[in-house]
């Protein structure tokens, strides 16, 4: 079955009213989507395991220095269709294709669907792979809540999950390299006439929590002058960001934000927001949030407001690995462009050769309902990470 096929099975789990998707860390949509992995590996007659973080890696062949392909299901709130889900299915569909034409591996191939990559739910990224990788600590991990107050921990017990078994696994010691397939996010290969890419590297990115705090007080009988709204603090910080990322040519996004009380006639006492900020190089990234930081201290104190800011969780630059992005460039003849968005492939670049495919997305958008790529362009992805697969397994 192909890719297209494939994702054509899922297209109704988690769709919203509004055309998007919602699929986050062990919800109903992706534990469906789990079964629905596991389904898929069954009838391609490859091994499942779930390592105690979540993860599925379907098994073809035994022992040591597997290729791992594969990528995630879950999505941000209101997401588009492929962010993930094209890297899982053209995985599965590369595997179908051959197995059909009876091609026998060199070496054990895994295809990989990794748990919360997005981090929607959980507020850090690619826990999943972190984890494994111990990029995360367990503790640090398991005590991290939703919106709804229910931590890691609890929400995964209620999955009938372990706890206790999250952590490195000992799966990824068999792995030897990794190799994902993503849409596009941004728009480079749609003027370049190109199908699909090769990446070479990840802009270091992190995610902050700003907590402004003032004096909750009546909308209607407190005077402007007597005022300690935080609200203008946030919105003085949103506008800081946008002038600060333009200036840097890099990214700043607040893109989330809560509001204690939250009536329409209190003066706000608090107001939360996250911070997502990305940059060419630590340096910029570090200059970027500690600018902001200051415009928006300043901006507190003129309002009688305190802010505290936390890192919640900050990714270096990745450089993928050169002689493995070379020589898939040159086998699939495609071009290589940078990425400011984050990955698996990005996490587990610490512990091992990896590399990413891009596929072409006419829109340039992700994070959304319009994020589309064509069912040709999606053909060609499979085909090239077939190539991939021929050739590096």
Known sequence: MGANQLLAEIEAIGRTPGGGYTRTAWDRPTMELREW???????LGLELVEDGNGNQIAWWGSGDD??????????VYEGGPLDGPLGVSSALAVVAELKAAGWQP??????ANFTDEEGARFGVA???????????SPEAALGLR???????????????????????APWLSRIGAFVELHVEQGRWLAPAEAPVGVATAIWPHGRYRLDFCGQGNHAGATAMADRHDPMLTYAATVLAARELAVAGGQRATLGRVQVDPGSTNSIPSRVTAWLDARAA????LDALVSGLVARAEAAAADEGVTVRVKAESTTPAVNFDADLRHRIAELIDAPVLPTGAGHDAGILAAKLPTAMLFVRNPTGVSHAPDEISTPDDIDAGVAALKKVVMELA
């Open 66 to 75: 597997a290729l791992l392909i594969g990528s995630h299901l879950d999505s």
């Open 106 to 111: 060199l070496r054990p191939i895994a295809v």
């Open 126 to 136: 690619c826990i999943g792979s972190r984890l494994v990788s111990g990029a995360i």
């Open 281 to 284: 190089d630590e340096g910029a």
């Open 37 to 43: 992995f596991a389904g898929q590996a069954a009838a």
């Open 146 to 168: 939703d919106d709804q107050g229910n931590t890691l921990a609890e929400v995964m017990k209620a999955q009938g999950r372990d706890p206790r078994a999250v952590g490195p």
